[in-house]
């Protein structure tokens, strides 16, 4: 009785850890989807900044962005603008939101980065990373 009962200890405390590891690794592609989007947003508004304006407030006619090798569209809603895409396939597809809020002082860029796009996964985890920067003066 007291073999199986430290055997079943070992069991639960195994079990316990492989859930424990799942759930870091999960949490991983969640920052690193969070991380690509910031990066997108902070790319995109450096290319167009250099050109004398933001891509996230009015871009040029027929302008396509591009963010891990994914065509994506911006939307736009005041002050504030927002997109999203997928970094992969298969079981894993690591999914990121990404909000981008400028004023005439700063540019936040907002992202949430997600280790899967499927809503109803009790196993989605989600990881954000916010960015921010004074705007130079024209």
Do not use: M
Request: glycine share 10%; proline share 4%; with cysteine.
């Amino acid at each position: 009785a007291i073999i199986i009962t430290i055997g079943l200890g070992i069991s639960n405390f195994i079990l316990k850890e492989l859930i424990l590891a799942s759930t870091v690794c999960n949490s991983g592609f969640a920052f690193y989807a969070a991380d690509a989007g910031v990066e997108c947003a902070e790319y995109w508004d450096d290319i167009f900044d250099r050109h004398g304006g933001t891509v996230f407030d009015d871009p040029p006619p027929g302008t396509n962005l591009w963010c891990d090798g994914r065509r994506i569209s911006v939307n736009r809603n005041g002050s504030f603008s927002s997109f999203n895409f997928s970094l992969g396939g298969g079981e894993r597809d690591p999914y990121v939101e990404v909000e981008v809020a400028k004023t005439l002082d700063a540019t936040v860029h907002t992202a949430a980065g997600y280790n899967t796009g499927d809503q109803g996964s009790p196993k989605r985890v989600e990881r954000t990373i916010r960015a921010s920067y004074a705007n130079e003066p024209d």
